[in-house]
């Protein structure tokens, strides 16, 4: 069955330091997407890839790289992590018009 | 910047009962629209979606859409206790976009 799996599930990162979310996809989807989830915000974009090799910024990117190398992987990564960037996180994949298939999502916490 | 609004921000009703959430948006030239279901300590999944003026009924869930209104409405009737989830609203502009904008979410819970 197509998934959209992202690892860790939990991550407990120090102000300052780097932290890397991985999300892959078994959808063969060209687009992938993350979000970060906040309690009174809803989902928000952050950053966004239509394949491999491609990142495009969201409605939220400062603070957040994101690496796209291959068809089934794209990375968020949070070079210098800071308490504010403590959220849930999901990835996505999609195209065209077809419904997203999120992850199950990652619990980040920084302290 | 596409704006995405949801109403209520909460919903409580009785087994059985029926529920409506709204949805407006600010981008005329938005073109598809979806509702997201997410139960507690799960990702978003699509429940249905909707792309034409009108109504769109699947099972228990009525979807409908008004372009000109900038609106779009997600009707339950005969609520289960599985119905109780986070449901969001959203909106992808024409050809040419791909990414979806959601609203904040509408929090649908049951009255055992």
């Known amino acids: 069955e197509a998934a959209v799996t992202q690892s860790p599930r939990n991550k407990v990162a120090v102000t300052g330091g780097k932290v890397t979310l991985s999300c892959n996809q078994t959808?063969?989807?060209?687009?992938m997407y993350w979000y970060r989830q906040d309690t009174g915000h809803g989902l928000r974009l952050i950053h966004y890839s239509y394949g491999a090799g491609s990142t495009e910024k969201g409605d939220i990117p400062d603070g957040y790289k994101a690496s796209r190398p291959s068809q089934e992987n794209f990375s968020l990564i949070l070079e210098l992590a800071t308490p504010s960037q403590t959220s849930v996180y999901f990835c996505?994949?999609?195209?065209?018009?077809?419904?997203?298939?999120f992850g199950s999502g990652t619990r980040l916490l920084v302290i | 910047q596409q704006k995405v609004q949801q109403s209520p921000e909460s919903l409580i009703v009785p087994e059985g009962g029926m529920a409506s959430l709204n949805c407006t948006f600010s981008d005329r030239n938005s073109q598809y629209f979806w509702w997201y279901r997410q139960h507690s300590g799960e990702g978003p999944k699509a429940l249905m979606?909707?792309?034409?003026?009108g109504d769109k009924k699947e099972g228990r869930f009525t979807a409908h859409l008004n372009k000109a209104s900038l609106h779009v409405s997600l009707h339950i009737k005969d609520s289960q206790p599985s119905d109780s989830a986070l449901y969001f609203c959203?909106?992808?502009?024409?050809?040419?976009?791909?990414?979806?904008?959601f609203g904040k979410g509408t929090k649908f819970s049951l009255i055992p």
């Open positions: 996505a994949s999609g195209t065209g018009n077809s419904d997203y298939t």
């Open positions: 959203a909106v992808r502009a024409g050809t040419g976009s791909n990414r979806l904008t």
């Open positions: 979606s909707i792309f034409s003026n």
């Open positions: 959808n063969n989807h060209n687009n």
